[in-house]
Each structure stands twice: as structure tokens, then as C-alpha cells.
């Protein structure tokens, strides 16, 4: 492991709002679609990757919630986390369930990360929302670079159910979730700025995500709109596999 720090901090001081988002749902209801795209993302993971001793990129892992679920299936494990407080925490539930061993754990944004070998699978699970939209052509385009032809991306981020992307910024106001739309340049500076308490959000429609994975040379083997509960209409998320051409 590595002690680089970096500068970045996350905005969601320990997932508060993402929790009390969660919590107006039925959890139930919330943890068993999670559950069935982590399947169905292993499903993939067995049926495509053919390496004998496959590599994982965990690319923003948080505080490593993950990678119980997915760590069995690889041999190595590279997992990113550039906020300072969320990479110790992983660190110390990776040392507490013995698997500091096969993960390499580094405090870095995906667009600092030079891989050393290659990368059989990106895991890149409600990242890529978070990001400035002038970033997400470097961040594609780093995962471009370290994966093969026929490296698998999974992704989960936010979904729009319309023809149209939209943005958002979250808060949390006594005991509840409140979320508003914003305009791209607020969305934009939120994320430069990354102020504590107030989570922005990218809500991508179908094709701008397939058009984002096309750019990249990416192309989509599987697209499952989830997280139908809390929702006004559709869903809140997409999961997307795609594999490096
Ligand atoms: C909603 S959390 C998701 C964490 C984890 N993937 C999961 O599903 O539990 C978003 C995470 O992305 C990280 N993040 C934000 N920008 C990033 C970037 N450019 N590279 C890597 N991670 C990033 C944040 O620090 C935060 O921990």
C-alpha cells in the first residue's frame, strides 16, 4: 500500500445524505436490487473474463464497501480513494476482514492512477455522477488506456429516465434528504469546490452514457435501469457493462 494523500475531499461527510436518501425508501426494496446488479455484474465477470489470475480496479471505492462482493472473484485488487478520510476507513475494514493481502489501496483520483500491469475489469460504481463534466472524457479515457481489448468497465451512476441529462445538488435539512435541480455550471463548480453537506449529482440519460462508453471505445454488453423505489418516475440508477473494442 501507499501513503500518497490527495487533495480531493468527498462531500458526503460519511455517506450521511446518501443514507438518509436511502432510508426514505424501502431499504429492503433497495438492498435487493443493489444485490441483484452485484449479481448480475459477477455473472458478467465469470462469463467474460477468461484470464487465469484476473486484476480488479475498484476506481473510487469509498470506504471499500464493495469489495467483499467482488474480491473473490480476482486475484489482485487495485482499489482508488482519494478522499483522505474514506481511504483510512477502507484501510482499516480491508485489515479487519484480512484482505489488506490481495488489495493494493492507494489515496489517488482514477485520472492520477498509472497502472503497472494490466487491468482485466474496472468496477467504477457511483463515481462518475460526482464528476465535472469537462473530467469524464480524461477519466474514460485513463480506463481506455489501462484495459486491453476486452477489458470489462462495470458501471452504476445516476439515471434519466428522459431524453435529457440533468444535475442536482443534495442536501440533508433537519432529519431529511432534500435534492434540487441545479444548472450544469452550478453542477460543474460543486465539484471543483466540493463543499461539505451538499452532494451534486449527474443524472445521465441513456444515450449520452452510450455515447460517452462509444467515444472511449467502449462498447455496451448489458444496460439495466434499478432503483425503481424512490424514484418519481423510472428509475434513480443505471448499471451499464461494457467492454473495451
Ligand atoms: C458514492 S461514493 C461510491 C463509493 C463506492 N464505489 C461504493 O459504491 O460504495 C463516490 C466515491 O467516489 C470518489 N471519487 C470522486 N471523484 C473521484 C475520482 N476522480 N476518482 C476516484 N474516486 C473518486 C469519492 O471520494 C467517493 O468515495
Not at 473530467?135 to 434519466?160: A, E, K, N, P, Y
Amino acid at each position: 500500500m501507499t501513503d500518497k494523500k490527495s487533495e480531493y475531499v468527498y462531500s458526503d461527510d460519511s455517506d450521511n445524505i446518501t443514507d438518509i436518501l436511502m432510508s426514505g425508501t424501502d431499504t429492503a426494496d433497495w438492498e435487493r436490487e443493489d444485490n441483484e446488479i452485484n449479481d448480475r455484474a459477477i455473472g458478467l465477470i465469470k462469463k467474460l473474463v477468461t484470464r487465469k489470475e484476473p486484476v480488479l480496479l475498484d476506481a473510487g471505492c469509498g470506504t471499500g464497501r464493495l469489495l467483499p462482493t467482488f474480491a473473490p472473484h480476482f486475484s489482485h485488487i487495485i482499489a482508488l480513494e482519494p478522499d483522505a478520510e474514506r481511504y483510512e476507513e477502507a484501510k482499516g475494514k480491508l485489515k479487519h476482514l484480512g484482505m489488506a493481502h490481495k488489495i493494493d489501496l492507494r489515496n489517488l483520483c482514477v485520472e492520477e492512477y498509472r497502472p503497472s500491469g494490466r487491468i482485466d475489469v474496472v468496477l467504477f460504481n457511483h463515481v462518475l455522477q460526482h464528476i465535472g463534466c469537462n473530467q469524464i472524457d480524461t477519466v474514460m479515457r485513463t480506463f481506455g488506456r489501462i484495459q486491453d481489448v476486452g477489458g470489462l468497465l462495470l458501471l452504476s451512476t445516476c439515471h434519466s429516465c428522459t431524453e435529457k441529462d440533468y444535475f442536482t445538488k443534495a442536501r440533508v435539512v433537519g432529519s431529511k434528504h432534500t435534492e434540487e435541480e441545479i444548472g450544469e455550471e452550478e453542477f460543474n463548480s460543486l465539484t471543483a469546490g466540493g463543499q461539505k453537506g451538499l452532494l451534486q449529482s449527474h443524472f445521465f440519460c441513456q444515450k449520452s452514457i452510450e455515447r460517452i462508453l462509444q467515444q472511449a471505445n467502449y462498447r455496451i454488453v448489458d444496460f439495466k435501469p434499478y432503483h425503481h423505489s424512490i424514484a418519481k418516475n423510472g428509475c434513480r440508477d443505471q448499471f451499464v457493462a461494457a467492454v473495451k473494442s
